[in-house]
């Protein structure tokens, strides 16, 4: 076989991408370009005294070749050297007890050995091996062209020695950046497993919001969570503070639109002492509460536009001055708002004001309603039943063929709030049965309580059965008979949820603010319910 050439064995070289590649590579050029059996290669050791095997093809692994004095490298070995007659000994000198042949040294087998000591340049600065010594094995009576095979071994160990730190860094810069591939993976992870244990949902929709709180989380821009009620607004807004910069501060959530509407100011940007009557002591605000964690507005809509100014002004200026303050406060939150009302009418209509509009949206995430989940419906369910059973410490129920059904046909205005209501009530519906049967599910449905937009008929047929007779009917009319209803049922559900508003509207399926205005309506803020109306 041709010997191949030097710069074909340069291109082979450099084509190698580890160190370990390269030592191999290197190994098979040397014994094609000089034909030989074996070659065994060492370097000198940092005191010059030694040589330290280096590498090894065909004879001995390298760690069982043994270190040689320098003596070759000083007395007795030249540049070149052709060792093929006389045995080459190393050890003390040639007659000492430890003296051995070096051919059998080194290959295991008495034979002519060709030895080159290669001077290699040394670059200034760099700990470069400046000389190696190789040693081949080579077929008795075989006449190497020795000069040229003394140039090409040259050539081949110095880009050797060039090339062999390149791939080295190169191979730590592959590890650095698998290791941090790795550990995005793993940060990915975690985080996708956090969002997906709090934002249950397996469809596209709810995936492609997960994607966006990831990737929204890292940053501090104020994110606007729009989607209709019960979608999961806020099960969002925590899931982005839970993976934000914030995570460590507080969360706080208000929602405007149950706020008194005398009592909001005070309560988003506190006040001191004796700024209005009652105010008997310093208090701080939503706002202030908020610094250093996540401040989630509910029905930003809601907020006057008086107070849309002073929001504002926070946002820019990162200040705040409480009612009845002199100086301006340092605030650092990130913001979170919510609506389901749509803001760009709202500020057609000269009712939100477009300059907050557009502080609040540097990012927004849209809540798409349970109707538009592909395949959300039963896994939420489901979910919730598990949910359910390990609260009550039993085996989960499940989900008849039929109460897919019902599910699949159901409107669920409320969205993921009245899901997860309708599976509380159908698991205690169902409690001699492991499973919910169709008709079980339909009841749990129709015991919600009627919608608020539930149609004449329905009120009325639900009036008769809560005692409202038709005689009664006929003296009041519809509506003051559905609004006394209505009262009496608000007042039921005040104290079977002892006033929280929160659960209070959840439980009618209505949003918080569509309940503040019925209690305000009632002129029943305080809950005690004069019949007023
Ligand atoms: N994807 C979801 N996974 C698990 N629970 C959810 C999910 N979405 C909503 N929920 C649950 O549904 C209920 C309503 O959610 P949330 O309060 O976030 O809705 P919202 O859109 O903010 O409602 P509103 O507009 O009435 O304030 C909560 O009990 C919440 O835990």
Same mark, same amino acid.
């Given at each position: =076989? ?11 070289? =450099? ?5 370990? &590649? ?19 290669? #060492? ?80 670059? &200034? ?40 730190? %390149? ?26 497993? =956090? ?20 990737? #929204?989380?890292?940053?501090? #821009? ?11 607004? &806020? ?25 008194? @509407? ?8 506190? #006040? ?134 019902? %599910? ?38 129709? &015991? ?26 006929? @003296? ?21 949820? @002892? ?35």
């Amino acid at each position: =076989m041709e010997a191949p050439s030097t710069t074909d064995a340069l291109m082979t070289l =450099m084509t190698c991408r580890s160190e370990n &590649e390269l030592r191999a590579v290197m190994l098979k050029t040397v014994l094609a370009s000089t034909k030989a059996q074996a070659i065994a290669v #060492y370097l000198p050791d940092i005191t010059g005294r030694k040589l330290i095997p280096f590498a090894c093809d065909g004879g001995l692994p390298v760690a069982r070749l043994p270190q040689l004095d320098n003596e070759v490298g000083t007395e007795r070995f030249r540049e070149l050297d052709v060792l093929q007659t006389e045995p080459f000994y190393f050890g003390k000198t040639p007659n000492s007890a430890k003296a051995q042949d070096l051919s059998t040294a080194l290959f295991c087998r008495h034979g002519a050995l060709v030895a080159h000591r290669i001077l290699l340049e040394t670059t &200034e600065g760099q700990n470069t091996h400046n000389q190696v010594y190789v040693f081949l094995l080579v077929s008795a009576g075989s006449a190497p062209r020795l000069q040229e095979e003394h140039h090409t071994l040259h050539v081949l160990w110095r880009s050797y020695f060039h090339l062999s730190p %390149l791939l080295h860094s190169l191979e730590n810069l592959q590890k650095t950046e698998e290791t941090q591939v790795e550990k995005s993976k793993h940060q990915k992870g975690q985080v996708d497993s =956090m969002l997906s244990d709090s934002l249950v949902g397996r469809s596209p929709q709810i995936i492609q919001v997960r994607e966006k709180i990831a990737q #929204y989380a890292q940053n501090k #821009y104020a994110v606007l969570v729009q989607g209709e009620t019960g979608a999961g607004k &806020e099960v969002v807004a925590r899931s982005l503070h839970r993976l934000s910069q914030f995570s460590e501060g507080p969360f706080i959530a208000e929602n405007i639109a149950a706020l008194p @509407e005398n009592l909001i100011e005070s309560e988003l940007f506190g #006040y001191k002492k004796g700024a209005f009557t009652g105010a008997i002591e310093n208090r701080d605000g939503l706002v202030k509460r908020a610094s250093g964690g996540t401040l989630f507005l509910d029905e930003i809509g809601d907020l006057s536009v008086d107070l849309q100014v002073k929001l504002l002004r926070i946002l820019q200026e990162k200040k705040l001055r409480p009612l009845g303050g002199s100086k301006d406060e340092a605030v650092d939150f990130r913001l979170i708002c919510a609506t389901h009302v749509n803001l760009k009418q709202a500020i057609e209509e000269g009712k939100f004001r477009a300059d907050l509009f557009y502080r609040i949206t540097q990012l927004t995430i849209d809540v798409p309603p349970l109707r538009r989940r592909e395949g959300d419906r039963v896994y939420l369910a489901r979910y919730f039943l598990q949910e359910i059973a390990v609260s009550n410490g039993d085996t989960s129920k499940t989900l008849s063929e039929e109460a897919i059904a019902v %599910l699949e046909a159901a409107e669920l205005k409320g969205n993921v709030r009245e899901l997860q209501n309708c599976m509380i009530k159908a698991v205690f519906l169902a409690l001699d049965t492991d499973e919910i049967s169709g008709s079980i599910l339909k009841q749990a449905m129709n &015991e919600q309580v009627p919608a608020v937009v539930a149609s004449d008929n329905q009120i009325s047929s639900v009036a008769s059965e809560k005692g409202y007779d038709g005689l009664l009917l006929a @003296e009041q009319g519809l509506r003051t008979v559905v609004s006394n209803f209505e009262l009496d049922l608000l007042r039921n559900v005040y104290s079977q949820f @002892e006033g929280d508003r929160s659960k209070m509207a959840d439980f009618l399926k209505i949003p918080k603010r569509t309940l503040a205005n019925k209690l305000s309506k009632f002129n029943c803020q305080t809950m005690e319910f004069d019949h007023e109306n």
